[in-house]
């Protein structure tokens, strides 16, 4: 069924588990594609004799006659189909809603349908369900929204273990262990228990839960509703971390993380009640399981993507685009509280003939070399970046103007003395520069940089005339 990709189905099988009655798709020929546990027991088939099959063949009557009604009545302008119907289940007649909803790509063409039975009897659990089923897509759908506001890797797992929290409200509290080189698991996130016994815990693979349960690497949610039981039987030392009000935690239920076909860490979610966890906030777990790897590939094709918009790709330093996006917060600073700083424009002396005599190769080393050791150089308060070919601009804070002149005459001097090793070659780093004081020779960038850019030129003629 083509309107089903690989993530997609991955999402769809995990759905499946969540909703709690019987549900199935049929793609366009009326062929079921999928099918929950549910279905099957509704049936009372198994699953491998009813994929692949049409429905006339499988169905009670009424609903066979449904679906074929509905086959004629599902269309673009109404993709859905309702009708209650009267079905012998186990020698009772029980109402059952018939609910199918058509999939159509833009031209209108059907593509395929899904459909649930819904006993009456059932509405009032399903109610309640939907509600626990809603809230985890809000959970999906938040964590894909933020991402782009993330910084780090350890603010996403914050941002996913309080949206976990809110899906499953059975649990109220939980936390986030990533495995180390030493495959060892330490959390990295954590809401709802007492903060200072967080920082210094750790455990081996082979002492969790899931290894003590199963004696091999985990593969699925564990859930532990006696807990204390559990640990009795298991011979495990009583390691257990206390909730922020002091409580025992009573029941427990762990996902592992698998990334890339490993072990990635663990999501748990506990509770200080016994017996609090069920069927349902497995899959609701499994389910935000199965997301976490495509939250972290987001998130780290976001960094990349972010990272290339800010950076030059030869040097690494920050690209002119992002360095000007940096001065204008800077200015709106140091203009509010009179704040002075300094503002330099380099320029690589006789990079042309570098070029020209020993090829780019050697040029492009040459603006990495400077770049490297500049970086370096400079104050972890300063800001550094290319400005364009073999023009660099900086940023000088904390430094009045003679300093920052002494400082610089004599870097340059140092890379004088010591020239760029190329190819068997030895290549001067002759720089120069024009340094313009903010606030003293002017407030805006424009008129700064051209001051900077005249200083520099009549620096550089100084140094070829000597």
């Avoid at 996130?189 to 967080?198: F, V």
């Avoid at 004599?410 to 010591?418: A, G, I, V, W």
Wanted: hydrophobic letters at 40%; proline letters at 2%.
């Amino acid at each position: 069924m083509g309107f089903i990709d690989n993530h997609s189905e991955r999402v769809i099988e995990s759905l499946m588990k969540t909703v709690q009655s019987p549900l199935f798709i049929l793609d366009s020929e009326s062929k079921i594609k999928y099918c929950n546990d549910l279905f099957c027991k509704f049936l009372n088939v198994n699953r491998s004799n009813i994929l692949g099959n049409r429905t006339d063949h499988l169905f009670p009557e009424k609903l066979a006659d449904a679906i074929s009604v509905s086959d004629h009545k599902i269309n673009v302008n109404e993709p859905e189909y309702k009708e209650s119907l009267y079905i012998n289940i186990n020698g009772y007649e029980e109402i059952i809603n018939f609910h199918r909803s058509g999939f159509f790509d833009k031209q209108g063409r059907y593509l395929g349908s899904s459909c649930s039975l819904q006993s009456i009897n059932q509405m009032r659990d399903l109610e309640e369900h939907s509600i626990r089923v809603m809230r985890l897509k809000d959970a999906i759908l938040a964590i894909n929204n933020y991402i782009k506001d993330i910084t780090d890797l350890i603010s996403l797992f914050d941002l996913i273990l309080e949206k976990v929290l809110l899906a499953i409200d059975h649990a109220s509290v939980g936390c986030v262990l990533l495995l180390d080189d030493n495959r060892k698991l330490r959390i990295v996130s954590a809401i709802g228990y007492c903060m200072q016994n967080i920082g210094g815990f750790s455990i081996d693979v082979e002492d969790t839960f899931h290894w003590k349960e199963a004696a091999s690497e985990p593969s699925e949610t564990l859930i532990i509703n006696d807990l204390q039981d559990f640990m009795v039987s298991h011979n495990m030392p009583d390691t257990l971390l206390t909730d922020e009000s002091g409580n025992i935690i009573r029941s427990t239920m762990s996902t592992p993380l698998i990334v890339e076909g490993a072990l990635y860490g663990f999501i748990n979610l506990d509770s200080r009640e016994d017996n609090i966890f069920d069927e349902t906030d497995r899959a609701l777990l499994e389910c935000i399981r199965s997301q976490v790897p495509v939250a972290i590939s987001m998130f780290k094709a976001f960094e990349h993507t972010l990272y290339e918009s800010q950076h030059d790709t030869l040097t690494k330093l920050y690209n002119r685009r992002y360095f000007e996006n940096i001065w204008s917060v800077i200015q709106k600073k140091a203009l509010r509280y009179q704040e002075q700083f300094h503002l330099v424009l380099f320029d690589l002396n006789y990079f042309k003939q570098v070029n020209d005599r020993y090829g780019h190769h050697a040029g492009d080393r040459l603006l990495q070399f400077f770049a490297d050791e500049m970086i370096r150089w400079f104050r972890s308060s300063d800001i550094f970046a290319r400005y364009g070919g073999d023009e660099f601009v900086a940023l000088m804070f904390n430094a009045d103007s003679v300093n920052c002149k002494k400082r610089l005459d004599e870097k340059r001097l140092s890379f004088l003395e010591r020239p760029l090793e190329f190819d068997g070659h030895q290549i001067s780093c002759n720089f120069s520069y024009g340094l313009v004081c903010f606030g003293t020779d002017g407030n805006d960038f424009e008129s700064l940089i051209g001051k900077a850019d005249q200083r520099m030129y009549e620096h550089k003629s100084r140094v070829k005339s000597s």
